[in-house]
């Protein structure tokens, strides 16, 4: 999914425009920053923090001083995760797609951003949540998947995190709620299972407070 794909449509500001206006917009908005663009060439970021720091509410933007973090943009080709990238590096809420002529196409919102990840790690499916922990040298995707799907099990999405101790945690988000087969066939395999989140559990753990609170009723 490219940068283009995720763009929303918001007000521009002008360099012309007062500090007061751009407040305005971002709280109608809910949004921190504004991209300000001259005759569709993109200028700038425009922060909420330096507009109130302005000792006016109707000074310009145009006297605002713009540093590098204020120009960030990213290409409209680019895939989401270097938009991701950029949202954390800059502490972002918003980031400006240009071409490479520096036209203005629009901007991707946090929203935008998030449903999209949610989209690509299939967490909008139904299905269970199984995470291996390992050493670095002992990471197999082909093995892992291969194990997955001698259960009948799909592999919606595959996340992988190195932990401060340096071990590797796998995400494996799956087609199914059902995974206690799965996770025997991986402990078989000498893998350990750090936690499991399914439905199944929930139900589980549901049911038990339930019949609980009846025992107790009935004391």
């Known amino acids: 999914m490219t940068a283009r794909e995720l763009i929303s449509t918001v007000p521009i500001l002008q360099p012309s425009d007062a500090g007061a206006k751009a407040l305005r917009l971002m709280n109608e908005y809910h949004l921190t920053q504004l991209p300000m663009v001259v005759e569709n060439k993109y200028m700038a970021l425009v922060e909420e923090d330096q507009i109130m720091d302005l000792e006016e509410p109707e000074i310009k933007l145009e006297s605002i001083h713009y540093n590098g973090a204020n120009r960030t943009a990213i290409q409209e080709g680019a895939h989401l995760f270097e938009a991701l990238k950029l949202f954390h590096e800059f502490k972002l809420s918003v980031l400006p797609v240009i071409t490479k002529e520096n036209d203005y196409l629009g901007i991707i919102t946090k929203d935008n951003l998030l449903a999209a990840l ?100 009935s004391m």
Not at 158 to 170: A, R
């Open 118 to 217: 949610a989209q690509y790690n299939g967490a909008k499916e139904a299905g269970g949540i199984l995470a291996l922990e390992m050493e670095p040298r002992d990471y197999s995707l082909s093995e892992i998947a291969r194990i997955a799907e001698s259960n009948d099990v799909t592999l919606l999405s595959v996340n992988t995190l190195t932990d401060p101790s340096g071990k590797l945690e796998v995400l494996l988000k799956t087609n199914r709620q059902e995974l206690h087969s799965l996770v025997a066939t991986y402990e078989r395999f000498n893998y350990t299972i750090k936690y499991i989140y399914s439905e199944e559990q929930e139900e589980d753990l549901l049911k038990k407070n339930y019949d609980l609170l009846m025992n107790y009723i």
